[in-house]
């Protein structure tokens, strides 16, 4: 890129490199804080708007390079009472920027909002005469009686601080934090105070502080916010989350009843007779013995076992093919030896299984 720049020896404007490459302003808002900073004192008279249609920069575009200027501290608005009762509203425009305390000193030295004396005013309002004064009292009032009250003072700073609860001076902090987010939401101290109501409400159906500063800072319009004070309780109100449902009451704690009380009179009621089984005789084969029968039983519990056994031997020789019926009776009235009739099986479902060989 080729440079090649002439210093003008007349009829020029001095612009700091900060204005120029400043990051937050458009083109628009630059040329027109650059024309602005140029103009003669015959010209300064003019609103900032009638200056933005000479240089064709209307509608929209004026509004968003003018919001630019005010955010970023190069225009400054104050409305003061004007003549006749009306209200005028005064611009402060700078090449640098001001903040709000800079800017009321300015405002203050050029003598802005000040109200002159009706001497001063053209024509003179009226001329300076005797008081009045009448000589007949109310009828509800006596002379001598005074039943006016001293106005209430109002607590300094430290001491309305003081006044607070822990959640209402978190609450007053975040709500004063919100002119970090944008100068329009730039609350007083009195304003916060009145809304510290509203917003103590949201602590305490479980919405942190961080999370209310997000909700009131989050979604904000594109324009300029009016009235903050109005703006923030519209919010404040509308978005009030819903409040937790109330934990049921515990159930009252019945105390147990006392046990009632023994009658010395009345003797203990016996305790249940004991029931003994019979002695029945076992119908089982070998010696004659007895057993005692529960349920009706006829058999002793080795007989039943013996007998058991036996029924198994005899469907497993039936499934063989082998007569084993009276080797396994025998086996049973030997001694109930198990392993006698097992092996006898063994050995007789092995010599089939060779007969069996055998023929083929």
Wanted: net charge negative.
């Amino acid at each position: 890129m080729l440079w090649h720049a002439i210093a003008p020896v007349r009829r020029y404007t001095k612009a700091s490199h900060d204005v120029v490459r400043h990051p937050r302003l458009c083109s628009d808002a630059k040329i027109l804080l650059l024309y602005v900073q140029g103009l003669p004192e015959d010209q300064t008279h003019l609103a900032l708007s009638e200056h933005g249609q000479k240089l064709g920069i209307k509608g929209r575009a004026f509004q968003r390079a003018k919001e630019q200027l005010v955010v970023n501290g190069f225009v400054h608005e104050h409305k003061a009472p004007g003549a006749r009762g009306l209200w005028a509203t005064h611009q402060l425009f700078s090449n640098v920027p001001l903040s709000d305390a800079d800017a009321l000193v300015v405002w203050r030295e050029a003598g802005v909002g000040a109200e002159a004396s009706p001497s001063v005013r053209f024509p003179t309002v009226g001329e300076p005469g005797t008081r009045t004064v009448g000589h007949q009292l109310p009828v509800d009032e006596e002379l001598g009686e005074n039943s006016s009250r001293p106005p209430t003072q109002a607590p300094d700073g430290e001491a309305a601080l003081e006044a607070l609860s822990p959640e209402e001076a978190q609450v007053e902090r975040v709500l004063l934090s919100l002119r970090e987010c944008r100068r329009d939401l730039r609350l007083g101290v009195a304003e916060a105070r009145s809304l510290v109501a509203l917003a103590v409400e949201w602590l305490r159906r479980g919405v942190s502080g961080v999370e209310l500063r997000e909700v009131l800072s989050s979604g904000l319009p594109t324009g300029r916010v009016r009235s903050a004070v109005g703006f923030l309780r519209h919010r404040l109100v509308q978005k009030m989350p819903e409040a937790p449902a109330p934990a049921p009451a515990p159930a009252p704690e019945r105390e147990p009843e006392p046990a009632p009380e023994p009658d010395p009179e009345q003797s203990p009621p016996p305790p249940p007779p004991v029931v003994v089984a019979p002695l029945v005789t076992c119908e089982g084969p070998g010696n004659e013995h007895v057993f005692r029968a529960y349920g009706g039983a006829t058999l002793c519990p080795d007989c039943q076992q013996a007998a058991a056994w036996a029924r198994w031997a005899e469907r497993r020789a039936a499934d063989l093919g082998v007569d084993l019926a009276e080797d396994a009776a025998k086996a049973v009235e030997a001694g109930r030896d198990p392993d006698g009739w097992r092996s006898r099986l063994a050995a007789a479902a092995a010599g089939a299984v060779a007969e069996g060989v055998d023929e083929q």
